[in-house]
């Protein structure tokens, strides 16, 4: 990821409850931060969130998938197992 110094940056507008605006600039200025990057840092840091929750999904799905095929394998050979096996002796 480039830093943002490195990348285009665009101007977007959006609107805010007033109480939301307050709890925003109080939390900016507290961490010694423009709004503009506590807003930016906070929208990097939720779509960073978003993509794990996203992968943890699609690797509890190949997991479940691959589970799902190895039971089809291990059925398939259930009766095989002891095929080859010495007899034992007492």
Wanted: aromatic share 6%; proline share 3%; no cysteine.
């Amino acid at each position: 990821m480039l830093s943002t110094t490195q990348q285009e940056k665009v101007r977007i507008n959006i609107q805010l409850p007033a109480e939301i605006k307050k709890k925003l600039f109080k939390a900016s200025s507290q961490q010694g931060k423009k709004v503009s990057a506590f807003v930016r840092e906070s929208i990097e840091e939720k779509l960073i969130q978003l993509d794990r929750l996203d992968f943890e999904e699609r690797m509890k799905a190949a997991y479940k998938d691959l589970a799902e095929e190895n039971i089809n394998i291990s059925e398939d050979f259930k009766f095989s197992d002891a095929e080859n096996l010495p007899e034992a002796t007492p």
